[in-house]
């Protein structure tokens, strides 16, 4: 059986003038994620980013270190527009700190979910480009593969949320505890894509364990 890894990218700017790169600490994030790669001399067999710099950021700092062959882009796995939702919602959301950010942008990516408000991107059309995107990598995930993704986290919550439930419900509750940087392993055999490992931050010490 072939597997995927989906990879959150690490720590992204929050509060600077570029949200879409990583921070000093999402680089030791993506670095210490690579290292732990080379010391298990583990590498993917076939790599994957989405099309946000963030993303790519982490996939070089990681891939670089066990020497890997580059990735392909598929923007299908990028993040949904969380500064565009909440904004739609309370337009001074920017302006807030963190916590109060985060606090309006769950409030918002429920009336995104349900439909209700004006949004660039609807939650239906988040949910088929990230399945599609999905099943791409599914395709190259057979017997012995090992496909990395290097993506966000709500990209991964929707495709755990459809792995277990079939459906989206699980969406917000997993969206809420992906770890910057962390790993989440999907086997791909003859029954189909089952959860291995969700989260998984060992490689990380305490002090690079961040959710936003």
Do not use: C
């Given at each position: ?28 994030q ?18 994957l ?22 990735y ?9 527009d ?10 001074d ?43 791409a ?35 917000q ?10 790993l ?17 931050h060992?490689?990380?010490p305490p002090?690079?364990?961040?959710f936003?």
């Amino acid at each position: 059986m072939g597997s995927i890894h989906l990879i959150r990218h690490g720590q992204a700017s929050f509060g600077a003038e570029n949200y879409d790169q990583l921070s000093t600490l999402g680089y030791s994030q993506a670095v210490a994620l690579g290292n732990a790669w080379e010391a298990g001399a583990w590498e993917p067999t076939y790599s994957l980013a989405g099309s946000l710099q963030r993303h790519a950021q982490t996939a070089i700092s990681a891939l670089d270190i066990v020497e890997g062959d580059g990735y392909d882009v598929d923007g299908g796995w990028d993040e949904y527009d969380h500064i565009g939702i909440a904004s739609a919602v309370n337009p001074d959301s920017s302006a807030l700190d963190a916590r109060g950010f985060q606090a309006v942008l769950n409030k918002a990516l429920t009336a995104w979910r349900r439909g209700e408000g004006d949004f660039d991107e609807s939650f239906d059309d988040f949910r088929s480009r990230v399945l599609g995107a999905f099943d791409a990598a599914l395709a190259q995930a057979g017997k012995g593969q090992r496909v990395a993704v290097f993506t966000s986290g709500g990209p991964i919550a929707l495709v755990l949320s459809h792995v277990l439930s079939g459906s989206d419900e699980l969406f917000q509750s997993i969206n809420d505890v992906i770890i910057n940087a962390s790993l989440t392993t999907i086997i791909n055999g003859s029954t189909g894509p089952r959860l291995l490992s969700f989260n998984e931050h060992t490689h990380l010490p305490p002090d690079l364990v961040t959710f936003r």
